[in-house]
């Protein structure tokens, strides 16, 4: 029996390391993730709910277009992440690097789209606490609210995952992280397909409100 | 049988790229979808490709698919503990 195992799980064994328990504690850790963004979304059902023509007035003023071309760089550098990720397990070394690099130009260039979409509204005078937003009718007030809280927080996490996805390419690059010791990263990808998971729910909350 | 030794718990790079071009794929889907007029079944068809969307993300670029089934089963309490939490909200804001 202790034989069997040892042919299955060969390197994992020997290094006494634990490769599903790591995986399973960054879930736990994505669970209390998803209760932080799902109280907010709460929130946000339950004013769309009490206000549903201010939000769709509110909705309008948001811009589709940036809103859905961050969808797509988000998406795609999901892909690249995973992509990373599969490239080490079949000892590609130098596409994981490549891919890894790439999820983090698309995570500059959403925040790039994000600096200019948020910037826009603050020069329209919509910001948390403006003169011309609190002019405006309760809901509306709270769906900006709303919309700088959960898309800021959102935009936070992507700023952590590009720390942490940095630190990843310095590890694979000095083969700290190898095609049989990967776990780090397969890791840090379940962090960042989370900050897509959540992006998927906000982009058709925020900006599909027709 | 989920302890494949070659291929541990991995998806070919087709794979991936094929789940990319479907999740871009409803992507444009949701965004059509909004312009068209659906009245009450607006909100529901985006939350509904939105769960979608999840699924593949979930199983396929997050590896659930080929995980240990104490995986699913964690997602799955998460998922209805938060369905729990809006059920209840809503019971008690509606009535």
Known sequence: MASNIEAIIPTEQQAHRDDVGARMGMWLFLFTEILLFGGMFLIYAVYRFKYPDQFHLAGMELNTGIGTLNTIILLTSSLTMALSIAAIQKKNKALSVIMLSSTLLFAFLFMVNKFFEWSAKISHGIYPGSKELLEKQNGEILFFGLYYVMTGLHALHIIIGVVILTFMLVFLIRNKITSDNYVKLENSGLYWHLVDLIWIFLFPLFYLIQ | ?95
């Open chain 2, 1 to 95: 049988m989920e302890h494949n030794n070659t291929e541990k718990h991995g998806s070919s790079y087709t794979t991936l790229i094929l789940v990319w071009i479907g999740l871009l794929a409803l992507t444009s889907i949701t965004v059509t979808v909004a312009g068209i007029s659906l009245g009450q079944y607006t909100l529901f068809v985006a939350l509904l490709i939105a769960a979608i969307k999840s699924g593949f993300v979930i199983n396929i670029f997050m590896h659930i698919k080929f995980e240990e089934p104490i995986f699913k089963v964690f997602i799955a309490v998460s998922g209805v503990t938060l369905i729990v939490i809006f059920f209840l909200t809503f019971a008690d804001y509606l009535f």
